[in-house]
């Protein structure tokens, strides 16, 4: 099957439903779907909004390759789809959408997990809180590229630690 | 010996980096082949408030994370980012 162009960010609503169909196949018995969510409260207390920001091109290149690198480990499954939202989002929207089918529940089950951990450490996106007293603070984030994978592949290809100024 | 031609590279930042950086984006100019570790210096002495930030970040050449010592060429887009938390 050719790569779908289509992007994987989004600053429009994410409908979980169109997520569904484009993983849909008929040789599946199983679809795990994850949706993430603006939770209403955090480390730094009560959240009202949450605005999400990205690297967009490398953002939409690293989203890419969660999903290749998903079909890569789980030959069998289906499909895989990721769909990340960007801009201002309230409490109770979904940021993000992953969503695996596959013939049997347990492989869908460990891809849509390891798809979405992925997407937390190996993705440039932000965000930043809007508090319930007024505030402002950045979530405290993960280097990006941290996960083992990553690093193998990084020093496979430039043989150079990564920059830390 | 004849002086190298300069080079310019777009320098991007993200997150708490452009806020300390006041500035989504600004243009650089270095000696030919000059290192991303010398970039970092400059961009540091341009934004004193980046120095802190400079444990945890980690910096793309052209939206691959790149190594300190890579060499950058003319045109190069270099983005500064600070640790991730998508999802």
Known sequence: MPARREARLTRDVIDPSEVLRSVANPGSGAVVLFLGTV?????????????????????????????????????TISGVKIVHRVGGLAVGDVSVAVAVSSPHRAEAFEACRHAIETIKRDVPIWKREKLGDGSEVWVEGVPVGSGARADSRRRAKKGARPASP | MREPMPIRVKVLYFGQAREAAGTKEEEFSLPSASSVRALLTRSAEAHHELRGMHGAMRVALNEEIAGEGDRLSDGDVVAFLPPVAGG
């Open chain 1, 39 to 75: 939770r209403d409260n955090s480390k730094a207390g009560s959240v009202e909004r949450i605005e999400y920001e990205a690297y967009e091109p490398m953002a939409e290149k690293r989203l890419a390759e969660a999903e290749r690198e998903v079909k890569r480990r789980w030959p």
